[in-house]
């Protein structure tokens, strides 16, 4: 099966955003990626739960919610009612991740667990058994357009791996830097879906690149 793509719409073209949306979805993307930044995680302040309920009724893609946001518990509950069906909680984001992945279950919503490139895939192992998801961050978070960083690919390989040996089934998703040249390697290390903003919203022609991303992992 063919990665799964999840185009983030901090690339979009924010005045035009349910056209952008409605755009990946015909292209065949399975999820929109939501990227949630407080201005505290990380440097920039970007949107927040009212964009997922304004995008609820506009879509019937999975609304993959990435909260890049100091102690998410505060949030989880507002992002869950307002229609998120995955709700990512940084692994560094709080010093409970185990309380903050079990609130997002409580809520009946998918729970991901995300960690940032400094953090080793070993620390989360105690709360795999609890996720749908889990996204490794292949840039530093905070912006998009940065470079893919190439030692993500072991860290994906290292939790594949994990997952084999402790028979779990959750998704393992990739985020920052994934185009036509990266999200091939991303996909053999193990990777199921694949986050991409500037890739396929930059420049022209989004249903093309997800073409071409579905093609390379075929
Ligand atoms: C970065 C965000 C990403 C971002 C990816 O902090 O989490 O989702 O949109 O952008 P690209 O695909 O351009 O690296
Ligand atoms: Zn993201």
Redesign the pocket.
Same mark, same amino acid.
Do not use: C
């Given at each position: 099966m063919s990665i799964k793509v999840a185009p983030?719409i901090? /690339?979009a073209d924010y005045v035009n955003l349910q056209r952008d949306v409605e755009l990946v979805e015909k292209a065949g993307a399975e999820y929109v990626?939501i %990227?949630v930044?407080d201005g505290m995680f990380?440097p920039s302040i970007s949107y927040g739960a009212a964009w997922v309920k304004a995008l609820k009724p506009v879509t019937n893609m999975v609304l993959d919610v990435?909260l890049?946001v100091v102690n998410p518990e505060r949030y989880i509950n507002e992002f869950a009612d307002a229609g998120s069906d995955i709700i990512g909680v940084h692994y560094e984001a709080t010093p409970h991740i185990h309380r903050a992945l079990q609130m997002i279950k409580a809520k009946g919503v998918k729970a991901e667990v995300v960690i940032n490139p400094g953090t080793a895939v070993e620390l989360i192992k105690p709360v795999l058994h609890m996720v749908d998801q889990v996204l490794i961050?292949?840039? *530093?978070? @905070? &912006? @998009? $357009?940065?470079k &893919?960083l190439p030692e993500s690919i072991d860290k994906i390989k290292q939790l594949a791996a994990i997952k084999a040996e402790m028979g779990l089934d959750f998704d393992i998703e990739i %985020? @920052? $830097? +994934? *185009?036509g040249d990266t999200v091939k390697a991303a996909y053999d290390a193990g990777a199921t879906v694949a +986050?991409? $903003? /500037?890739? +396929?919203y %930059?420049k022209v022609d989004p249903a093309a690149k997800i073409a071409a991303m579905k093609d390379l992992t075929k």
């Amino acid at each position: 099966m063919s990665i799964k793509v999840a185009p983030s719409i901090l /690339s979009a073209d924010y005045v035009n955003l349910q056209r952008d949306v409605e755009l990946v979805e015909k292209a065949g993307a399975e999820y929109v990626h939501i %990227d949630v930044m407080d201005g505290m995680f990380v440097p920039s302040i970007s949107y927040g739960a009212a964009w997922v309920k304004a995008l609820k009724p506009v879509t019937n893609m999975v609304l993959d919610v990435h909260l890049m946001v100091v102690n998410p518990e505060r949030y989880i509950n507002e992002f869950a009612d307002a229609g998120s069906d995955i709700i990512g909680v940084h692994y560094e984001a709080t010093p409970h991740i185990h309380r903050a992945l079990q609130m997002i279950k409580a809520k009946g919503v998918k729970a991901e667990v995300v960690i940032n490139p400094g953090t080793a895939v070993e620390l989360i192992k105690p709360v795999l058994h609890m996720v749908d998801q889990v996204l490794i961050m292949t840039v *530093n978070p @905070g &912006f @998009g $357009g940065q470079k &893919f960083l190439p030692e993500s690919i072991d860290k994906i390989k290292q939790l594949a791996a994990i997952k084999a040996e402790m028979g779990l089934d959750f998704d393992i998703e990739i %985020d @920052g $830097g +994934v *185009n036509g040249d990266t999200v091939k390697a991303a996909y053999d290390a193990g990777a199921t879906v694949a +986050v991409a $903003g /500037s890739y +396929v919203y %930059d420049k022209v022609d989004p249903a093309a690149k997800i073409a071409a991303m579905k093609d390379l992992t075929k």
